[in-house]
């Protein structure tokens, strides 16, 4: 597919059609206290569909102008101290729109999930699913999936130091797990063990996490969840809204400051951000890991059109990350006494990422068609010294479309199409996985009905992915044999919704989605510095089938709220790299040194995954909140009859919060927090150790407040405050994990580390 005469196509031919067509319709409305009739001046209401945003006026109305005539879409109203709601207007009524909140001692009981076929609201939604906002996500993290981690049940991370993070969800990571990010799937070398999400941490307005196979709606790489990234919605015309936020952490005097505006003129629309992070070493109970440090720098913007056809976005991003590593072998110094300052050493990564995403959707008549198109550089440089060792460099563009036919008595039915295609070249002078070119289409039908309480919803897709590794020789010996996979599926689901009544809520989902195996898994064959081990891949790998099904049981009560989960997941042909005992390949480097490493295959089994997974929140006063977390998974190598690798622990948050209300303080708070990790003895015994339990203690304050017309947030926070000496189970720096030949090689969890961050909100007329 000619994905560049695609884009040019659009704009040239598309794009001015839509530009002037179309009858402006609006919505128009008041916010006010249920039992009082007050007025609730200052109020957000959102339409997510349209990627629009207002806030109320002094006497609780909003309004909404240049709206497509035609269509239904699902508003949300939200007022701090009340009870956040969610309601579906249909534009060709003309009707006002009215919200009457019910005071609330947790405002946000209710949400709208965007990353699911149709956008609606989570009662409606039979995804297992988990929306953290902005407040959540400025936590005293180091990076996006750091702060998801701590907030989401059945959600954990593999993390490399303080810099790296991999998102886990029930158990699965990797190529399994897809980032979505202004509508587009991250790609950036999610294969390897050290690879972490290219994303600016601070530009998330809110992030939903789908807990689930989602391969209907996103093909290959969803087979166990989804993270949607969801940036600012557009402010209402006139107005130019943003936000300054900065913090320090004391742990690795991790600094980060970050700038945001975003304006609507007219409906001529725009937003530009700009971030960056600096970090030295991160300190452990037994002192600096020597090399540790990073710095980030990102910038990003968006220009576009919100009209009466619809919206069309133009977003465009760079993310530049510089993370240092520790060339120690088994044996050498790990720690110093001393933080070898922000300057890195040799070995270290330096990461480019190039970003440019086309968001569209279009009004036809009663239709919608959403069309995102996408163009990704990903550029991941490993270098020994100033010339890369490992060079990957790495071209994407991708096409989504939808086509919404318009809803008729409860039946909503979708169409969609996608493709991608992979460039992948090799620039450096070491080799781990051959250049390659990877082409993917898809296509699927949905359709969802709801009646009564209930909703049902079904899908059937097929896809069909090709890879082509090249051939490639190193100095007249073969060093990739080259490879041509050619792989097809269907997939399909289904979900079903029961509301028992306004605070209880069941969903079920069961169905089967699918995974091809990436070219590292196809191709490898050479030393990966990063995870101290020999690669080699297999180009017989069939695609990994999964046969899920999952259900969830929501409370919501005004005293006690929560859920509870279950899940099954069995897989066929789960795709691994293992170990094997006693085999280590000798290489050397360009001056002539040599390193032993391990080496790992991949290979194929059969695995099945159940876990639980839940939340428990009272709230015996309004100044008074306990919130609770839980989730666990058991994964079983069926083949092999033994546990499977890389498997989060058991592990329950609680937390203790207090609100009191406070004269010239807006949202003050104090929590206090404990996190406990289980043992995990279910390891793979041929290359992974146990890791033992643990527990942390965390704590935080923080308030608003204003100087004049201007709002302030001061926060601060602290995590493992009794500086606990720990190995968590997905470190991968832990004992064991990295080298067979001396399991007591290993680094510790960073130790206490304290974050003060200031968040400043703008508002311009």
């Excluded at 996006?144 to 049940?153: G, K, S, T, W």
């Excluded at 104090?670 to 643990?694: H, I, K, L």
Aim: proline share 4%; no cysteine; charged share 20%.
């Amino acid at each position: 597919m000619k994905f560049k005469s695609l884009f040019s196509f659009f704009i040239a031919v598309i794009f001015p059609y839509f530009l002037f067509a179309g009858v402006a319709g609006s919505i128009s409305g008041t916010l006010t206290d249920v039992k009082t009739g007050e007025k609730l001046p200052g109020g957000v209401i959102t339409i997510a569909q349209l990627r629009l945003s207002t806030t109320t006026d002094a006497d609780g109305k909003f309004s909404f102008t240049s709206l497509p005539s035609k269509g239904r879409y699902v508003v949300e109203a939200r007022y701090s101290g009340y009870k956040t709601q969610v309601k579906t207007v249909d534009l060709a009524a003309g009707a006002d729109l009215n919200f009457a909140l019910e005071r609330s001692i947790v405002e946000i009981r209710e949400v709208v999930i965007t990353g699911t076929p149709i956008t609606s609201s989570n009662k409606s939604n039979s995804t297992s699913a988990s929306s953290v906002s902005r407040e959540e996500l400025l936590t005293s993290s180091t990076n996006l999936i750091d702060a998801l981690a701590r907030q989401v049940p059945g959600m954990s991370q593999i993390t490399t130091g303080g810099a790296i993070s991999k998102p886990v969800i029930r158990g699965l990571s990797y190529n399994r797990v897809v980032t979505l990010s202004n509508g587009v799937k991250q790609q950036g070398q999610q294969w390897g063990d050290e690879h972490g999400i290219e994303l600016d941490q601070n530009q998330a307005d809110r992030v939903e996490v789908l807990r689930g196979a989602a391969s209907l709606l996103y093909g290959s790489d969803a087979i166990g969840g989804v993270i949607n990234v969801l940036d600012p919605l557009v402010p209402s015309p006139g107005k130019i809204k943003g936000e300054f936020l900065s913090s320090y952490a004391t742990n690795n005097g991790l600094t980060n400051t970050s700038l945001m505006l975003s304006g609507n003129s007219n409906g001529f629309v725009w937003r530009g951000r700009g971030s960056y992070q600096n970090a030295g070493d991160f300190k452990t109970p037994a002192g600096y890991y020597i090399n540790s440090g990073f710095n980030n720098t990102s910038l990003s913007g968006m220009l576009g059109l919100n009209k009466e056809w619809g919206y069309s976005h133009l977003n465009f991003s760079y993310f530049k990350n510089n993370i240092g590593f520790n060339d120690a072998e088994p044996g050498d110094q790990l720690y110093t006494d001393i933080a070898g300052g922000r300057k890195l050493d040799f070995p270290r990564q330096d990461i480019r990422h190039y970003k440019l995403a086309l968001n569209n959707n279009f009004i036809i008549g009663n239709n919608t068609l959403k069309l995102d198109l996408g163009y990704q550089k990903n550029q991941r440089r490993e270098l020994e010294s100033a010339d890369p060792a490992l060079f990957f460099d790495l071209n994407t563009f991708s096409a989504d479309a939808k086509y919404y036919l318009g809803e008729a008595n409860g039946w909503q039915p979708i169409i969609g199409l996608s493709a991608s295609n992979e460039s992948s070249k090799n620039k450096g002078y070491e080799y781990l996985i051959p250049e390659y070119d990877q082409t993917s289409v898809g296509a699927f039908v949905y359709v969802k009905k709801s009646w009564d309480k209930n909703t049902f919803n079904a899908g059937i897709r097929f896809d069909h992915i090709n890879n082509d590794g090249k051939q490639f020789f190193v100095e007249g010996e073969e060093k990739f044999p080259g490879f041509k996979n050619r792989f097809s599926n269907v997939s399909g689901a289904l979900g079903f919704t029961h509301l028992f009544s306004e605070g209880v809520t069941f969903k079920a989902n069961a169905g089967s989605a699918f995974r091809a195996p990436n070219p590292a898994e196809l191709g490898s064959n050479g030393a990966h510095e990063g995870t101290i081990r020999y690669e080699i891949g297999n180009p017989n790998l069939k695609p990994e089938r999964s046969y899920q099904a999952d259900a969830t049981l929501d409370f919501d009560g005004k005293v006690i709220s929560g859920s509870i989960g279950v899940s099954q997941n069995y897989i066929n042909n789960y795709i691994y790299a293992s170990a094997v005992p006693g085999q280590q390949i000798t290489e050397t480097d360009e001056d002539g040194n040599t390193k032993n490493f391990d080496v790992y295959r991949y290979g194929q089994v059969n695995a099945n995954l159940y876990g639980v997974e839940g939340s428990l929140n009272l709230h015996p006063a309004e100044f008074l909140h306990f919130d609770n977390t839980f989730s666990y998974t058991h994964a079983q190598n069926k083949t092999f009859d033994r546990p499977l690798a890389l498997i989060p622990a058991g592990t329950i948050r609680n937390t203790l919060r207090f609100e009191p209300k406070v004269n010239g303080l807006n949202s003050f708070f104090v929590s206090v927090g404990v996190d406990n990790f289980f043992s995990q003895n279910r390891v793979d015994p041929t290359f992974e150790t146990t890791a033992g339990g643990y527990t942390l203690l965390n704590a935080g304050i923080g308030a608003g407040f204003k100087m004049g017309k201007q709002a302030f947030k001061l926060a601060v926070s602290g995590n493992n405050l009794t500086n606990r000496r720990y190995y968590d189970a997905l470190n991968r720096l832990r004992p064991g994990r990295l080298a067979l030949t001396n399991p007591t090689f290993g680094v510790y969890n960073p130790g206490r580390n304290v974050t003060f961050s200031l968040f400043v909100p703008l508002n311009i007329n």
